[in-house]
């Protein structure tokens, strides 16, 4: 592939002129001009898209080079460091071909709306921004810190966790959700992500013991990448079978992953997760869309992405991606037993948020843990009084959303059916 560029020449014309003495001097000469000087060819380099080219000749004709990604910023080359070796455009001899360490483009925000149906047939909304604010070494690895802002459609009030991304297998550490004061203090405590919504291939590779990253999946075209033993919205999952499927054009360009479940898939079918180009920005294939079957209950979409930083003040600290081991499913006799006492099962979640069991909730059960869970953990502990229960159940009653009112400590102090 050749690339013409056309030279503009500029040429100097030096003119020379003799002083006469005291005497006088016989006529000057007419002065006759220098032969224009010929440019010395140069190398020039060129770099399009993620191409490298050069002109080792400086006669305008580019050829493509032998490097891989951007040439000036992976190798830092410069006009001269590429030379003609049969026929080709290669390195100079003893120029070093080691890439430059790629770093992040921060900070960037990425906001996500995520809506779901819950048992009851209620839609609710959840909208979380991810602040990556700056790079960072943790634990002897490259890393990006910064915060999550978490709400509710509808509701006033956030809820705060910092997290840590790592940047060799996007695995994400996040802590508990917090008051925005708290965050100002070191003593944020990781906690298992429930659910992923930034790098959720990511997250299902590395519980899988895989790099989604460096993963052929990338770029196999005919056969499926099967990860095993992956927790997916918190349920053991014997396999995931992922394949490539194409671009996509969300809030920013993307590139499509289908996921089919051996068992117990979202709506007993296949998902779509469309990320963004794993060498921009943060340098991590962040999620732009999600898209699951109808009647799966949950999707969720990118809705903006900018370089801003958070103005929250927070001091910075490195977390631990957490790792659960899987729980097997309960019962179907221990489901129907449940269900005789009005109940229904749900999991039980140790002080990391990982699953280490499933337990028979009742209605009330579920009331008491919704209002200990809205707020930060110290409300973990507290017990709901009983108007509280009660406004949560007869919201549920009649299928609404609930809003939410709290105490300085962040705890629900009032509960109104919307």
């Not at 050749?2 to 003799?18: D, H, M």
């Not at 033993?229 to 920013?252: H, M």
């Amino acid at each position: 592939m050749k690339i013409k560029t056309i030279f503009l020449a500029l040429c100097v014309l030096a003119l020379l002129f003799a002083s006469g003495c005291n005497q006088p001097a016989p006529p000057a000469p007419t002065p006759t001009p220098a032969p224009a000087q010929t440019p010395t060819p140069k190398a020039e380099l060129k770099c399009v898209l993620d191409n490298c080219f050069c002109d080792c000749a400086g006669e305008g004709e580019f050829a493509e080079c032998e490097a891989p990604m951007d040439c000036k910023a992976l190798y830092g080359l410069t006009d001269a460091s590429c030379e003609a070796v049969s026929g080709k455009c290669q390195f100079k001899a003893g120029f070093s071909k080691t890439p430059l360490k790629p770093t992040p483009v921060l900070p960037l925000k990425l906001s996500y709306e995520m809506a779901s149906t819950n048992q009851n047939g209620e839609k609710q909304t959840v909208l979380a921004s991810y602040y990556f604010d700056k790079a960072k070494e943790c634990n002897g690895k490259d890393a990006i810190i910064g915060i999550v802002e978490t709400s509710q459609a509808g509701q006033e009030g956030s809820a705060y966790s910092k997290m840590t991304v790592y940047l060799d297998d996007g695995r994400m550490a996040i802590s508990n959700m917090s008051g925005k004061p708290d965050l100002a203090f070191d003593k944020a405590v990781p906690t298992a992500l429930q659910l992923d919504l930034v790098l959720t291939l990511n997250s299902l590779f590395a519980s899988a013991g895989k790099n989604f990253n460096t993963d052929a999946v990338w770029t196999e075209e005919e056969i499926p990448t099967i990860l095993k033993g992956v927790t997916f919205f918190s349920n053991p999952q014997a396999e995931i079978s992922i394949k490539k499927k194409g671009d996509s054009k969300g809030i920013v360009p993307c590139t499509n992953f289908e996921l089919l479940f051996s068992q117990g898939g979202p709506g007993g079918e296949g998902i779509v997760v469309c990320v963004a180009d794993k060498s921009k920005e943060i340098l991590l294939p962040y999620v732009v869309s999600v898209t699951m079957p109808e009647g799966s209950g949950i999707t969720w979409t990118l809705t903006e992405a900018k370089k801003e930083k958070t103005d929250i003040t927070y001091y910075p600290q490195c977390l631990e991606p957490v790792v659960c081991t899987a729980v097997a499913d309960p019962l179907q006799a221990d489901r129907d037993a449940c269900t005789a006492l009005g109940g229904s099962m749900d999991t039980v979640r140790d002080n990391r948020n990982c699953v280490t069991g499933w337990q028979c909730f009742t209605e009330r059960d579920r009331a008491i843990s919704e209002l200990q869970n809205w707020g930060p953990e110290q409300c973990r502990a507290v017990q709901p009084g009983e108007a509280l229960i009660q406004a949560v159940l007869d919201c549920r009653a009649q299928n609404k959303q609930r809003s939410y009112t709290q105490s300085a400590n962040g705890c629900v102090t009032e509960v109104k059916c919307q």
